[in-house]
């Protein structure tokens, strides 16, 4: 394991190399530059938040960030309202529907057990199929 203090792991990442195998100078490590720690976290290493630190007078003006507006209801919602319309949505994108085939001959039923995928892929085309029919013939 190589040591290096923070300043020069930023050289040496700034020279296109990875921090494999170095380990960070204690000492230097208790308060990093925000940019610092942004170059350090390219090479491999991440600072913890805490001993983060940055300036207010180092941070530019970036259009796609500063002029951004937020709007819009989800993020007023509670926990509990966000959470409920995860699970309406989740139902929406599958639901599940439940047939039975039990034929009440215990062989049978073991086939239909072991064989169920096969069958759930014989019977989604045929099931669509009479819904089509159905609907024509209402039609």
Known sequence: ???LTVK???EWVNKG??????VLDESTI????????MVLARGGIVIPEQNIYYNDDEIEYDEDID????TGGIVELSWEEKA???KAFSEKEKKEVMVDLSTQ?????????KNREKIENLLKPIVISLF????TIKE
């Open 1 to 3: 394991m190589k040591v």
């Open 8 to 10: 020069e792991a930023v």
């Open 17 to 22: 190399n990875n921090l494999e195998g170095v």
């Open 30 to 37: 208790k308060q990093v530059n925000v940019r610092d720690a």
């Open 67 to 70: 002029e951004l507006v937020i």
């Open 84 to 86: 409920r319309r995860a």
């Open 105 to 113: 001959k215990p062989e049978v039923d073991d086939w239909i057990a």
């Open 132 to 135: 089509n029919a159905e609907k």
